[in-house]
T-cell receptor, first 114, second 116 residues
Framework: KQEVTQIPAALSVPEGENLVLNCSFTDSAIYNLQWFRQDPGKGLTSLLLIQSSQREQTSGRLNASLDKSSGRSTLYIAASQPGDSATYLCAVRHVGPNDYKLSFGAGTTVTVRA | DGGITQSPKYLFRKEGQNVTLSCEQNLNHDAMYWYRQDPGQGLRLIYYSQIVNDFQKGDIAEGYSVSREKKESFPLTVTSAQKNPTAFYLC???????????????FGQGTRLTVV
């Protein structure tokens, strides 16, 4: 069974500092990994999708890396802003008969202090 | 404006009552999903549907039912058999169900269900 872990569960940084969020998964047989942002009481907003054949994806200040063999992904957010405060979740779609499923981590809640 | 619309935003259920959560998408996506989110936990899959008139149970389907009569719509009914229904419910869709060409999943804004 695929287990997805996000550490730390919460993170507080001063504005301007770079953010590093970690995601690990136990089964490396995945099709892709997706990073989401969730604001309190809201749905999930897709940030980046990394296919299993890719090493990284970039969008503006966001960069996500994927090391499939070690079961790790890292989301980097450069020059953090108070508006980056949210919960960030990662999810993997794994190879196999259950490939319709996304397995989610519990998320990292980020607070950026002005 | 393409997206996924969930309604209502807040829903209150009395003991023994069935309630239905609406999910509509205009993204022309084949696959649709229902997830449940509880505080401090990852999302858990309730049901999913690959095509019209077909749906499959996820990890926590007991006490829930769905239908998929139209491509755009995937309503979820929380029945009285669901003993702990208070949670945040999220609907999602994706263009391609699985395989190496799988695409992004997009989510609605959620429905918060509370038992009163």
């Amino acid at each position: 069974k695929q287990e997805v872990t996000q550490i730390p569960a919460a993170l507080s940084v001063p504005e301007g500092e770079n953010l590093v969020l970690n995601c690990s998964f136990t089964d490396s047989a995945i099709y892709n990994l997706q990073w989401f942002r969730q604001d309190p009481g809201k749905g999930l907003t897709s940030l980046l999708l990394i296919q299993s054949s890719q090493r990284e994806q970039t969008s503006g200040r966001l960069n996500a890396s994927l090391d499939k063999s070690s079961g790790r992904s890292t989301l980097y957010i450069a020059a953090s802003q108070p508006g980056d405060s949210a919960t960030y979740l990662c999810a993997v779609r794994h190879v196999g008969p259950n490939d319709y499923k996304l397995s989610f981590g519990a998320g990292t809640t980020v607070t950026v202090r002005a | 404006d393409g997206g996924i619309t969930q309604s209502p935003k807040y829903l209150f259920r009395k003991e023994g009552q069935n309630v239905t959560l609406s999910c509509e998408q205009n993204l022309n996506h084949d696959a649709m999903y229902w997830y449940r989110q509880d505080p401090g936990q990852g999302l858990r899959l309730i049901y999913y549907s690959q095509i019209v008139n077909d749906f499959q149970k996820g990890d926590i389907a007991e006490g829930y039912s769905v239908s998929r009569e139209k491509k755009e719509s995937f309503p979820l009914t929380v029945t009285s058999a669901q003993k702990n229904p208070t949670a945040f419910y999220l609907c999602a869709s994706s263009l391609f169900l699985g395989g190496s060409r799988s695409t992004e999943a997009f989510f609605g804004q959620g429905t918060r269900l509370t038992v009163v």
